[in-house]
Every structure is written in structure tokens, then in C-alpha cells.
């Protein structure tokens, strides 16, 4: 344990409230963080009558707010459902995307593009918009579902099976979705890249209500499981041995996790390493007990997020890069980092 | 009171234990010896209630030990299993405390917490408190694993102990020390069933001793009773001599040599 629990959630709440004042000031329209954080304070009925700019309370309002809130709780998803996966996989380094989830929402999402191009070609923006959230949110669900029923043996779920079914339906998801790519025109392709490689771009507050319920209810109930999370570490024999209902908990923690990443995954494309990173670094700073980690990786992760939007935003501004790039870029680098490091500690 | 009844356990056409029956009284120690193979986990296995007998009756405390849920049979019996494999790098503590998980809610009482301290003070493993669970040696970890058991019940009266291969990787000084930790147990009235390799450790400590082989109870008796040349030999197909300890006088096992044929490397 390198700092105490509450320093560090203190720490990321502060961070996260400067990095997101932060970014909601960059961008094509400049905002002064003061303006930005009087801007905020109005909003919540203070200082009602300071006089700011109407231009950047609009910009503020429908375009910044909304894609910071959106970085939060897709980073928020991520972080703390790859805790949870990695608890009740007994394995530091497994990820969501392992059990086949994001496999299943890149699959749908893909037909989604191909077909509705195809066939719904009149369909407006907006709908097919939440045509393709909903697809991936369906996919993530079947996908997972089916990883969870391959792996039950009488009533019981075996983790390297669930394990190795992910693999499975990962390969045929990918292999799918590759068949349909390749049958896919110029624009298409255009769509299905720019989708695999994750944006917050498509943030409105639309996009904000309708995740918030699917992050928000695992964010609040997961920190619950963290006592049986812990125990799993030991074994499920031994997890069964105190008392715990272990076909029960790993239910509740694919369905929780597969509803915070399915919806993440919908309104945002592909992110990777978020799941996988934030975990790791959480347990490295408090130790590994998950009543901790849980709460801290959706903390973490938001902030994570929150820079990298804000990275991807700025650094070749008007250009946007693709999020998904950034958090692959700056994650991979210190994911080896520590498994160099730790590589004599881990066993699979 | 833990009373089995001609149980057995089938499994893919083949019976694992067959017609097994024995009971133990809080109070007492059974140590189980056989051969490998002869169904001594898979019997430790039912009465945790891990798995369910194929056929049988096995009641704890008069209630058929499948009717009780995994909650309340977490708190009436705890089982030191043979592996324990963990990945994460919890401290020492926290995996001791995790024994009294069926004991409390979201925090530990401070009765849990002076618990734990008290078992750690009996293991050994108090100065290990804050090292982390990956960086202890195999003894060291399985003492660990020994003190979680422990607070899980060590405040329940008539509590069941299971144990499988306890002593297995513990050097000379731990292996006297867990059984005789055992054992003091079992007087202050636990019921304490424990499986093992070592004969003379057998001996020196089961107030009982259950022998199988294939699947089945070959002899069930004080260790004066069961560990003769004879029975060793028809359990365990070893050669041996069998004094009395004459300060015990509990029965002292040395095993003969036995010749093995290389002829075919010459």
C-alpha cells in the first residue's frame, strides 16, 4: 500500500473536478476555467447574477457538458467493471472485453452499420444513432449470456471455461464482424473504423440520460460485492466454504458488468485497456482489498477518461483523435511496464 | 455430533467411496489414513458439504448436512483445504480476517479483529501481519491459510474442522504445532476430522483413526487398535514393524525397505 484509502479517493475527486473544469474550457471556443466554474455555479443556482458569456454558456451547455459527463461515466463503466471481472476471475489480468462482451457489441454494431446503410438508408441520423447503441448493447448481453451458459455444468459455472468460451465467441464475433466489414462500401468502412477505434464525439445530452441509468446502478451496487469479490481470491471451493453463494455472485457480477461496459461500449465505440489499466494501478497505489478497488477503479477511470478526451481533443486541434487510440497508446506502454515488473508474481 | 451413514459417492460410473459409516462426538479427533486414491478427500469433500453423498445419510447436529445452506454451514464447520492458490497480493491479515466473513456484515467487530490477533499470536503468524500473501514462503502461507480457518470457528461451539493433509510442506516444528493446536481443540470441544499421511503422527494424535481403502472403511479404531503390521501392510501394501512408543506407549510405526527392480536400465 503506497498511500492511505481516503487520501486517495480525495485525490481522484479533486482531480477529476480539475481535470474535467479543465477540459470543459479547451477546445475551438476557448472558456476560462474561472468562467467555466461560474458557468457551473449558476447551473446550480449560485452567483445568479455574474455575468458571463451567453456564447460560452451555450457551448458549455450543449456541447462541452454534456461530452465530459459522458467521458465520466464511460470511464467510470470501464474501470470498475474490469475490477469486477478480475475478482471473480481471480486474475489480475482479465478484462471485460475477455468474457466476449466487447466482441458481441462490436459484431452488432457492425451489422448495424452495414444494414442500416442498406436498407434503412432514410432512416435520420438520430435514430440510426440509437439503432447502432442499442445493437451493441444487445450484443454485449448475448454475447456474455452465452459465454456464462457455455460454461455451467450442472448449475455450476467454471471460470476457465467461461474463460475459454470468451476466447471462442471472441474469434467468432471477430471473424463475423470481419465478413461483414469486407462486404462493406467505402462509407461504411468510414463508419465501422471510426466506431472500433471509440470517440466520446456523439455526446449529447441524450446520450448521457439514457447510459447514466446502466453505470450508475453497477457504480453504486458492485462496491456491495467487494467482501465477496475478496473471498473469490481464495478459491470458489474455498468462497463456498464461507458461506458464500458463488453461482449467485458471479451472475450478479457478469449481469452488472456486462450492463455498465454494454452501455459504455454503445455510445462510445471501443476504449481498451481502460478495464484492465485502471484496476492495476488502483491496487498498486491502495492494495488489492476489492471494498477499495471497486469504488476507486470507477473513480480512476473516470479521470483516466476524462484526460484522454481532453488529450484527444487538443493535441491536432480542429482534428479529433480517436479515444480508443489514446488509451491504447498511453495504456500500453505501462500495462508492459508492470507486467515486466510483476511477471514473477503472476500465475495464470 | 457428525453421524454418515453407509454413505458413498459415485461419479461417472465409478464409486469414489462406497458404504462408509462413522460418527464423531464434539471432543474428539479422527485422523483418516489410506493409501492415494482411496477416496480420503473425496470423503472429506462430503462431509463439508462440497458434495452431495450419491447415497446415504450424513446429518451435523441432526440435520441432513445438504439441507443447510452455504451460509449457515459456514458457520458450524471450516475446511483447511490441500491447494490454496491466490493471485492477488492480499496482506497476510486480510486473508485472515476473510475467515470471519460469515461473522459480520460490512465491518469487522472488534471482537473479529481481537480474534484474529489471537489466532495469529497461536500460528506463528503475527509478525507476517502486513506482508502480502504472494510473498510468503509455502509453509508460511499454508500457517496463513490454517489461521483463517481457525477464526471462522473459533468462537462457535461444536464446531466441525476439516482438514486436508494439514502438515503437507510444514517443517518439523509446524507440523507438531498444527495438530497439537488441533487437538486442543478438539478437547475444548470441537469435533476435529483430519486427513494424513504420516502414520506416527497419526498415532500420536487421533483419539481415532479411520482407515480406508478402495473407496471403503477398512478399520476404525484407537490407534492401538487399528495400526498393526498386518493392517498397514493390507492398507497400504507396505512392509513395516510396529513397536509400542514406551513413553506413550501409542503405537510406533518404521517402515521396512523395499526393493525396486531397475534391470531393464542395467
Redesign the interface.
Given at each position: 500500500m503506497v498511500i492511505q484509502k481516503t487520501t486517495l479517493y480525495v485525490l481522484l475527486t479533486a482531480a477529476l473536478f480539475m481535470a474535467a473544469s479543465f477540459s470543459l474550457g479547451l477546445g475551438a471556443v476557448k472558456i476560462p476555467v474561472t468562467d467555466v466554474l461560474l458557468i457551473l455555479a449558476k447551473k446550480l443556482g449560485m452567483f445568479t447574477n455574474s455575468v458571463v458569456s451567453m456564447q460560452h454558456e451555450g457551448v458549455l451547455n450543449i456541447v462541452r457538458l454534456p461530452r465530459v459527463a459522458l467521458g465520466i461515466l464511460v470511464g467510470a463503466a470501464l474501470g470498475i467493471s474490469g475490477a469486477a471481472v478480475q475478482g471473480i476471475f481471480r486474475n489480475p489480468l482479465a478484462e471485460p472485453g475477455l468474457i466476449g462482451i466487447s466482441a458481441g457489441a462490436s459484431l452488432m454494431a457492425v451489422i448495424v452499420i452495414v444494414l442500416e446503410m442498406a436498407l434503412f438508408a432514410s432512416l435520420s441520423n438520430l435514430l440510426g444513432y440509437y439503432l447502432l447503441a442499442f445493437g451493441a448493447f444487445a450484443g454485449a448481453g448475448i454475447a456474455a449470456v452465452l459465454v456464462y451458459q457455455i460454461s455451467r455444468t450442472d448449475g455450476k459455472s467454471n471460470v476457465a471455461t467461461m474463460l475459454l468460451a470468451g476466447i471462442a465467441i471472441n474469434a467468432l464475433a471477430g471473424a463475423l464482424t470481419g465478413l461483414i466489414t469486407y462486404m462493406a462500401d467505402d462509407q461504411q468502412l468510414r463508419n465501422i473504423t471510426f466506431w472500433m477505434l471509440g470517440s466520446l464525439g456523439g455526446a449529447t445530452w441524450e446520450t448521457v440520460l439514457a447510459i447514466a441509468p446502466f453505470v450508475l446502478i453497477p457504480v453504486f451496487v458492485l462496491p456491495y460485492m467487494g467482501k465477496a469479490l475478496n473471498a473469490f481470491a481464495l478459491g470458489e471451493t474455498q468462497a463456498n466454504q464461507l458461506g458464500l453463494r458463488i453461482n449467485r455472485i458471479k451472475r450478479n457480477v457478469v449481469i452488472l458488468s456486462t450492463m455498465a461496459v454494454g452501455a459504455a461500449v454503445a455510445v462510445s465505440g471501443i476504449i481498451g485497456f481502460v478495464g484492465l489499466l485502471v484496476p492495476h494501478t488502483v491496487r498498486l497505489l491502495i492494495g488489492v482489498d476489492n471494498k477499495y478497488v471497486l469504488p476507486a477503479s470507477a473513480l480512476m477511470g473516470a479521470l483516466m477518461l476524462t484526460l484522454a478526451d481532453m488529450l484527444c481533443r487538443t493535441i491536432i486541434a480542429p482534428i479529433e483523435l480517436p479515444i480508443g487510440v489514446i488509451t491504447a497508446l498511453l495504456g500500453t506502454p505501462l500495462f508492459l511496464y508492470i507486467l515486466i515488473k510483476d511477471k514473477k508474481k503472476l500465475t495464470l | 455430533m457428525l453421524i454418515a451413514e453407509n454413505i458413498s459417492y459415485e461419479t461417472g460410473n465409478r464409486m469414489l467411496v462406497r458404504d462408509v459409516s462413522f460418527s464423531i462426538r464434539p471432543g474428539e479427533m479422527l485422523v483418516v489414513l489410506g493409501a492415494n486414491g482411496a477416496g480420503k478427500s473425496t470423503l472429506l469433500r462430503m462431509l463439508?458439504g462440497?458434495r452431495k453423498p450419491s447415497k446415504g445419510s450424513l446429518t451435523l447436529h441432526h440435520k441432513e448436512v445438504s439441507h443447510y445452506?452455504?451460509?449457515?454451514?459456514?458457520?458450524k464447520r471450516?475446511?483447511l483445504?490441500q491447494?490454496?492458490?491466490?493471485?492477488?497480493?492480499?496482506?497476510t491479515h486480510?486473508?485472515v480476517m476473510?475467515?470471519r466473513?460469515?461473522h459480520y456484515q460490512?465491518d469487522p467487530s472488534l471482537k473479529d479483529r481481537e480474534i484474529c490477533e489471537e489466532v495469529m499470536k497461536l500460528t506463528g503468524t503475527t509478525h507476517l501481519s502486513e506482508r502480502s500473501y504472494?510473498s510468503l514462503s509455502g509453509g508460511e502461507q499454508q500457517r496463513v491459510q490454517l489461521s483463517?480457518i481457525l477464526v471462522?470457528i473459533w468462537d462457535v461451539p461444536n464446531a466441525l474442522l476439516l482438514m486436508d493433509e494439514p502438515v503437507a510442506g510444514l517443517d518439523l516444528q509446524y507440523q507438531q504445532q498444527t495438530l497439537a493446536i488441533a487437538k486442543a481443540l478438539s478437547k475444548k470441544g470441537f469435533m476435529v476430522i483430519s486427513i494424513l499421511h504420516d502414520i506416527n503422527l497419526a498415532a500420536q494424535y487421533a483419539d481415532r483413526i479411520l482407515m480406508l481403502k478402495n473407496g471403503r472403511k477398512w478399520y476404525d479404531g484407537t490407534a492401538s487398535e487399528v495400526l498393526s503390521t498386518k493392517n498397514i501392510y493390507e492398507v497400504f501394501e507396505i512392509d513395516s514393524d510396529v513397536f509400542t512408543n514406551p513413553k506413550t506407549l501409542k503405537p510406533f510405526f518404521i517402515p521396512k525397505n523395499s526393493t525396486v527392480n531397475l534391470s531393464s536400465i542395467s
Open positions: - | 463439508s462440497e445452506s452455504a451460509p449457515e454451514l459456514a458457520l471450516a475446511v483445504n491447494q490454496n492458490v491466490v493471485n492477488m497480493a492480499f496482506l486480510e486473508i476473510m475467515g466473513y460469515p460490512n504472494l483463517r471462522q
